[in-house]
């Protein structure tokens, strides 16, 4: 299993950026098995981390590796501080762009990974769950699916936010900075709903998406927003959840679920 971390200079971020990768070119024919993955061309999927984490949370705390030798996936992991994986004004924020379009070229180029659609995916956990629904909406002609775990799904939750108010996460400088003007932000381009109606405005293919939550999970009630959302546009998606709360055992129990459904599904 080739596995690795390397640094290159972001146009988007201007600066260096690290990313780690697990890349299955080298599993040995007799570990194959009859597994059915290695009969087709590898696939890459990019994995984005929560809100205090950083580009080695799947690496250390998930299963990267084993998703890359079970589905013959590349595994792609990136550092999106605590931006959403949002384009800000700022020079040196556009962290979508570095997301969806940046890091997708880098890595096709230096690894000769698939340029296909159906052979790129996206997924990630809390706010990189909303990372990934939001890039894959933002670019729906480069992912071919997205699997969002516990996603932080907050737009509704923070709009028109008091300015002397705080949640347990952050404070309102905090999400103005992220989000823009809290006043709008439900109509903007940060709002993935806005972006899925906009696909759907431009006739363009959306990408299928798996969403999974725990029971318990603070961020439960957040998704059946998105759920909702999704279910009355026809989306062409499913939804899972089941016990458990916002932690890595829930993670690493049903990314796998995920990443077989969006395979079927693309």
Not at 7 to 18: H, P
Not at 99 to 123: C, H, N, P, Q, Y
Not at 188 to 199: G, K, Q, T
Request: charged content about 25%.
């Amino acid at each position: 299993m080739a596995t690795g971390r390397l640094r290159f200079y972001s146009l988007a971020l201007m600066g260096q950026v690290n990313i780690v990768y697990v890349i299955p070119k080298d599993v040995p024919v007799m570990m194959m098995g009859d597994n059915p993955h290695y009969k087709r061309p590898m696939k890459t999927l990019y994995l984005l981390h929560g809100f205090s984490g950083n580009e080695c949370d799947w690496e250390y705390n998930g299963i990267a590796e084993d998703i890359a030798f079970k589905y013959n996936m590349a595994v792609i992991m990136i550092n999106g501080g605590n931006s959403f994986y949002l384009d800000r004004k700022a020079t040196g924020t556009q962290y979508c762009t570095y997301a969806g379009k940046e890091v997708v070229e880098f890595t096709r180029m230096m690894f000769g990974l698939s340029d296909k659609r159906e052979d790129t995916f996206i997924g990630g956990l809390s706010m990189g769950g909303f990372g990934a629904l939001h890039t894959a909406f933002a670019y729906p002609e480069t992912f071919g699916g997205v699997v969002a775990l516990s996603s932080a799904l907050i737009i509704h939750q923070i709009a028109n936010m008091d300015p002397d108010s705080r949640d347990e996460i952050a404070n309102y400088d905090y999400y103005k900075e992220v989000f823009g003007d809290l006043s709008k932000v439900e109509e903007s381009d940060a709002n993935p709903e806005v972006l899925y109606e906009r696909i759907e405005k431009d006739g363009k293919p959306v990408p299928p998406v798996y969403m999974a939550i725990g029971t318990d999970d603070f961020l439960y009630e957040n998704n059946q927003i998105m759920r909702k959302f999704l279910e009355d546009k026809g989306a062409k998606m499913k939804y899972e959840e089941g016990p458990g709360i916002h932690d890595w055992n829930f993670w690493n129990a049903y990314i796998g679920k995920g990443i077989e459904w969006v395979l079927e599904n693309a």
